[in-house]
């Protein structure tokens, strides 16, 4: 069962642009979104996260839009550059089992061209 | 500081062959994860620790998944009698101990099973 599925697979953007990626869950009970980063060879890492309080939050140019009734969020990157290009992931999970066990969706491959 | 690292970084096996992986966590670092990433797709959550206690093995896909964590810091996850589907990067990571506390995910190890 694909508890978050993300899309599209993979995006193609000028540089300047604005990449989108977006991600839907099944979960109610999920509570905390992330979204992560990943360079070839490398391990993810943190971008920015929201919890279900908030419908949007903005880190420089990364903005995360969350829609708690359909069930949604997507990550926004602004300005986009060639350094971006990189694999991205969205993931959730329940924060009240009292660890963060994460979701993965698919990911995202982004390539920003110059 | 140093983050998370992991060794061995590739791994050839012939199928039917013990593995061993290790996971050095950053110091200090209370919870322990264990990831396995399948070519093309998001991390999936394998095990988790907090110091040396296994709380949650859900995700080990088999028996033959063992992992250890004795002392709380350096975790071991060990693959018995490895088979083809068990190619994966496998990644750690490690957070303080909160529950939104990032995750930092080390470099991971590249398991091809022969």
């Known amino acids: 069962q694909q508890q978050v599925k993300q899309s599209p697979q993979s995006l193609i953007v000028q540089k300047g642009g604005i990449s989108i990626i977006n991600c839907a869950y099944e979960n109610t009970a999920f509570d905390y979104f992330p979204w992560y980063q990943q360079f070839p060879g490398k391990g993810p890492a943190l971008l920015i996260a929201?919890?279900?309080?908030?419908s949007e939050k903005k880190e420089g140019r990364f903005t995360i839009s969350f829609n708690k009734s359909a069930k949604q969020f997507s990550l926004h990157i602004m300005d986009s550059q060639p350094g971006d290009s990189a694999t991205y992931f969205c993931?959730?999970?329940?924060?009240?089992?009292?660890?963060?066990?994460?979701?993965f969706g698919a990911g995202t491959r982004l390539a920003v061209h110059p | 500081g140093a983050g998370v690292s992991q060794s061995p970084r590739y791994k050839v096996a012939k199928r039917g062959q013990d593995v061993a992986l290790r996971c050095d966590p950053i110091?200090?670092?209370?919870?322990l994860f264990w990831y396995q990433q399948a070519l093309g797709q998001g991390p999936e959550f394998l095990t988790y620790?907090?110091?040396?206690?296994?709380?949650?093995k859900s995700g080990l896909p088999s028996d033959r998944f063992f992992a250890e964590r004795p002392e709380g810091s350096v975790s071991t996850l060990k693959i018995q009698r490895t088979q083809q589907e068990d190619s994966a990067v496998y990644l750690c990571?490690?957070?303080?101990?909160?529950?939104?506390?990032?995750?930092?995910f080390g470099p991971g190890t590249r398991l091809t099973v022969l």
């Open positions: 620790f907090q110091n040396e206690a296994q709380l949650d």
């Open positions: 110091s200090g670092h209370v919870s």
């Open positions: 990571a490690s957070t303080v101990g909160g529950t939104t506390d990032t995750q930092y």
């Open positions: 929201i919890r279900p309080d908030v």
């Open positions: 993931a959730a999970s329940s924060l009240s089992g009292g660890y963060n066990k994460l979701i």
